[in-house]
């Protein structure tokens, strides 16, 4: 069925180092891929999505690519520190309908000092 | 505005019982939607609802009821609690539907017994 793949589950880096999480997804027609961070005992906040019209798109020290053809996108987070620390989770919009969004399984990052 | 809200946040059940979890949001939005979150398996929806008297399933609806009497609530009710119901349950809504920012509530740790 459609799904979303998120890798890798695990993901440690010093502090200041960058870190990159890869998601790939099955449906052709996805159109918009949101990228949300959880915190400890709280919900999901998005921090960065894009749309299919576009390659990149920046926020400060986040990033997102994504590459239509090879149906990827990437989360880049440059200069990280201990406030990165988080599971990070991508999401797509598969198929038609209205239904809701089709998140991956989640990256722990974290940031060693 | 306090967002999306969440009642109870946590809830321990015996198999058998029903219970309802409730989610409110003060930002006027159409869109609304339940997911659960277990280990390892990101978050996958439950129901999901576009407006006022509208609702619809998503990925797993088997063994939750929903409906949306007003644009604020939509509660979602358990009629007969399993150990395989053992979740965290986010509630999630958005200004018109899934492809825009998911405000998520803080969750609600629901155990069955």
């Known amino acids: 069925g459609e799904n979303v793949e998120q890798h890798p589950s695990t993901l440690s880096v010093q502090e200041g180092d960058s870190a990159v999480i890869k998601c790939t997804y099955s449906?052709?027609?996805?159109?918009?891929f949101p990228w949300y961070k959880q915190e400890l005992g709280k919900g999901p906040q998005l921090i960065i999505d894009?749309?299919?019209?576009?390659g990149e798109k920046k926020d400060q020290r986040i990033a997102v690519t994504l590459n239509k053809t090879a149906k990827h996108f990437s989360l880049h987070i440059t200069e990280t520190q201990p406030e990165d620390s988080a599971v990070y989770f991508c999401?797509?919009?598969?198929?038609?309908?209205?239904?809701?969004?089709?998140f991956g399984k989640g990256t722990h990052l974290i940031i060693q000092p | 505005n306090a967002g999306v809200t969440q009642t109870p946040k946590f809830q321990v059940l015996k198999t058998g019982q029903s219970m309802t979890l409730q989610c409110a949001q003060d930002?006027?939005?159409?869109?609304m939607s339940w997911y659960r979150q277990d280990p390892g398996m990101g978050l996958r929806l439950i129901h999901y609802?576009?407006?006022?008297?509208?609702?619809d399933q998503g990925e797993v609806p088997n063994g939750y009821n929903v409906s949306r009497s007003t644009t604020e609530d939509f509660p979602l009710r358990l009629l007969s609690a399993a150990p395989s119901q053992t979740s965290v349950y986010f509630c999630?809504?958005?200004?018109?539907?899934?492809?825009?920012?998911?405000?998520f509530g803080p969750g609600t740790r629901l155990l069955v017994l």
């Open positions: 999630a809504s958005s200004y018109q539907d899934r492809g825009e920012t998911q405000y």
């Open positions: 449906d052709s027609a996805s159109n918009y």
């Open positions: 894009i749309r299919s019209n576009v």
């Open positions: 999401a797509a919009i598969l198929g038609g309908g209205a239904d809701g969004l089709t």
């Open positions: 930002m006027n939005h159409e869109y």
């Open positions: 609802s576009v407006g006022a008297g509208i609702t």
